[in-house]
T-cell receptor
Framework: KNQVEQSPQSLIILEGKNCTLQ??????????LRWYKQDTGRGPVSLTI?????NTKSNGRYTATLDADTKQSSLHITASQLSDSASYIC?????????????FGSGTRLSIRP | ETGVTQTPRHLVMGMTNKKSLKCEQH?????MYWYKQSAKKPLELMFV???????ENNSVPSRFSPECPNSSHLFLHLHTLQPEDSALYLC?????????????FGPGTRLTVL
């Protein structure tokens, strides 16, 4: 069964610190993996997208990594800011599939404390 | 972001009411989606429309009725809902209905069923 699992469920860190969020998936065959950021009361916004041949992708202070062999991805946030407080959702798409086959993780809720 | 708009942002309704959620996308996309997001659960795909044709219906109860009059507008008609239907309803659009197409989400409608 295709699944996407994220850890931790929630995380609290101090402003300025770094953190890493994890995503493990069992989706096969694999096409691409996305990380979304969802602010409270808003819809998810795409941060990064990686295909199976990419190992890393950056978007400002956000860096996503992908290990297609172990089926793991991580999202690293550098020098966190209060505005980084949000839920981060890992999304995996199977190969040659419709959008209806996309698998969403439950998300990690990140809180940045001043 | 104003690419995908949703109205209303908040809705409280009784189980015998009839209401409609509206979504509009200004991105020139051909595919539109309705998702349900409940607390601590992954996004659940409800309906997919491509070029105004419904292409997916993920076993959604008939008390939810979608309508797509054109490629820019999507509605979700609600009637005789249950309290467990309370959730955030997200609309999204993408260039096409494939898993490789990035989805752009609206801000959502927070629905409470009393």
């Amino acid at each position: 069964k295709n699944q996407v699992e994220q850890s931790p469920q929630s995380l609290i860190i101090l402003e300025g610190k770094n953190c890493t969020l994890q995503c493990n998936y069992t989706v096969s065959p694999f096409s691409n993996l996305r990380w979304y950021k969802q602010d409270t009361g808003r819809g998810p916004v795409s941060l990064t997208i990686m295909t199976f041949s990419e190992n890393t992708k950056s978007n400002g202070r956000y860096t996503a990594t992908l290990d297609a062999d172990t089926k793991q991805s991580s999202l690293h946030i550098t020098a966190s800011q209060l505005s980084d407080s949000a839920s981060y959702i890992c999304v995996v798409s199977p190969t040659y599939s419709s959008a209806s086959k996309i698998i969403f993780g439950s998300g990690t809720r990140l809180s940045i404390r001043p | 972001e104003t690419g995908v708009t949703q109205t209303p942002r908040h809705l409280v309704m009784g189980m015998t009411n009839k209401k409609s959620l509206k979504c509009e996308q200004h991105l020139g996309h051909n595919a539109m989606y309705w998702y349900k997001q409940s607390a601590k659960k992954p996004l659940e795909l409800m309906f997919v429309y491509s070029l105004e044709e419904r292409v997916e219906n993920n076993s959604v109860p008939s008390r939810f009725s979608p309508e797509c009059p054109n490629s820019s507008h999507l509605f979700l008609h609600l009637h005789t809902l249950q309290p467990e239907d309370s959730a955030l309803y997200l609309c999204a659009s993408s260039q096409g209905p494939l898993g490789t197409d990035t989805q752009y989400f609206g801000p959502g409608t927070r629905l409470t069923v009393l």
